[in-house]
Structures are given as structure tokens and as C-alpha cells.
């Protein structure tokens, strides 16, 4: 072999072996690391949901959660203060819920004044189709057993609990209607409201004194089952 042919092979081998190790370099690529900045911790994260607290409280919360152990809820409307009385004492005894229909527009005293007959209660009861709106959202969902309360209105009950009973679905629910007025009885309150409902099982409405005592109470509760 010349000397010229040894340097020529030398040559050769030097520049094959560079070429290879720029190959290898491009086939790994580094492995990104991220900068310290860039690593952030988890923040304001509960460890258990029991951390997250309610922000309702009383009938307002339990209304939408009820309980398994208390299906029954006392439903009421009333103006002046009365049946609400009797409804916290069926409450008190029974352990259910208490939730109030509450009007959009509230009665005054002018607007409950009987003995005109063109303020807006008698008015409202002399006009069969009359639904005063309701500004609060009563949930149902959950309960067995309504207790229904309201004042008579000229033999009647107040149109807002037609507008109530209309726009609930009572299926599988029994409703304990009752009332309170000056002297008037019942009647068939209970009965038409079934009937405006359409769904739910609809008992007949009692009325019941505003200074009942809980015995007598306790009675009658006893005998709505
Ligand atoms: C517009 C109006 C009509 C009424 N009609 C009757 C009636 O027909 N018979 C009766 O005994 N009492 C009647 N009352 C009296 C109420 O039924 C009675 O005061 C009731 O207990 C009021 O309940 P509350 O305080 O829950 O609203 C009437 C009251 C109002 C305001």
C-alpha cells in the first residue's frame, strides 16, 4: 500500500467517526426540565367536601334536602298571622317542616278589609279565575305528607293557594288540608283544591281554632293518618 493510499484511508475513517457522533446528539433529545417558576402547588383545594360549608340555613335549606326521616312538611298561607300560629304548632308536634306562601305583592290592611267590597281580597275571591303570583319557589320533592293552612275568605279558601295547589305535582303526596276564620267553617275547601290540583291524594279540610291546645291537636293529627 502507498503512503499517498494510507493518508487518503486516515482521512476517510476521522470523517466518518465525526459524522456518527452528530447522528447520536440529534437522536436523544434532552428531556425538558421545568423552569421553578413554572411548578405550581394545588391551591385552596378541600381535602373533604365536608369542608365546603352550606350557605342556607333553617326551613330554607331543608325545603330542597329534606331529611329521609321527615317526609312531611306544614304548608301555609296566611295574612294576619293566624293560621300561621296553628301551622308552627302542627309543626312543633309532628317534627315536619314549616315553608309559608309567601304573595308577590303582600296584602295590606285596606287590601283585607271585608267590609269594602272592592278592596282586593274580596275582589280576588269574587273572581274564581284570579291567581295572585307567589314569590317564593316551595320545593316538594322529598315529602309524603302536606299539611295545607289558610284563612277563609268568603266561605273560600284565598286564591294564591289555587295558584299554589296548580302549579305543584302532589303525585304520591297526601294533603292534610286546614283552616282557621272567625266562625266559618271548612266546607269543601279542601276538596276544591284537590280538585285543582288533579294529582295527590287531597283529604278534607278541618278548621281548626287558632287557640287549639296540643292535646286537641295532637287528636286531630292523630286521625289524619
Ligand atoms: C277578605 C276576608 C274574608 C273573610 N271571610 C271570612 C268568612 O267568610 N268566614 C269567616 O269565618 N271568617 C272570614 N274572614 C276572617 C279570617 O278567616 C280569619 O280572621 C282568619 O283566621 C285569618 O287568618 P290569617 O291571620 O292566617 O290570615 C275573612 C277575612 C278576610 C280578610
Given at each position: 500500500m502507498s503512503r499517498k493510499?494510507?493518508?487518503?484511508?486516515?482521512?476517510?475513517?476521522?470523517?466518518?467517526?465525526?459524522?456518527?457522533?452528530?447522528?447520536?446528539?440529534?437522536?436523544?433529545?434532552?428531556?425538558?426540565?421545568?423552569?421553578?417558576?413554572?411548578?405550581?402547588?394545588?391551591?385552596?383545594?378541600?381535602?373533604?367536601?365536608?369542608e365546603i360549608k352550606p350557605t342556607q340555613t333553617g326551613a330554607e335549606k331543608t325545603m330542597r334536602e329534606p331529611s329521609r326521616e321527615n317526609t312531611a312538611v306544614v304548608v301555609f298561607f296566611s295574612a294576619t298571622g293566624t293560621t300561621r300560629g296553628v301551622a308552627e304548632k302542627i309543626a312543633a308536634l309532628t317534627g315536619a317542616e314549616l315553608a309559608e306562601i309567601v304573595p308577590a305583592q303582600l296584602y295590606t290592611a285596606e287590601d283585607l278589609d271585608y267590609n269594602d267590597g272592592t278592596t282586593r281580597a274580596t275582589v280576588e275571591q269574587n273572581t274564581p279565575d284570579a291567581r295572585p303570583e307567589i314569590a317564593n319557589d316551595i320545593d316538594l320533592s322529598g315529602y309524603t305528607t302536606v299539611y295545607l293552612g289558610y284563612p277563609i275568605w268568603w266561605g273560600q279558601a284565598p286564591r294564591i293557594l289555587s295558584s299554589f295547589v296548580e302549579s305543584h305535582d302532589f303525585t304520591g303526596m297526601t294533603v292534610i288540608p286546614f283552616c282557621t276564620s272567625a266562625s266559618s267553617g271548612a266546607g269543601r275547601t279542601g276538596e276544591a283544591l284537590g280538585e285543582q290540583a288533579g294529582t295527590g291524594t287531597f283529604l278534607s279540610s278541618t278548621r281548626l281554632s287558632a287557640g287549639i291546645s296540643d292535646a286537641d291537636l295532637q287528636n286531630w293529627i292523630d286521625k289524619q293518618k
Open positions: 493510499l494510507i493518508i487518503v484511508m486516515l482521512v476517510a475513517g476521522m470523517l466518518v467517526s465525526a459524522g456518527c457522533g452528530s447522528i447520536q446528539a440529534q437522536a436523544v433529545p434532552a428531556t425538558p426540565v421545568p423552569a421553578a417558576a413554572d411548578v405550581q402547588e394545588p391551591q385552596n383545594v378541600p381535602a373533604t367536601a365536608q
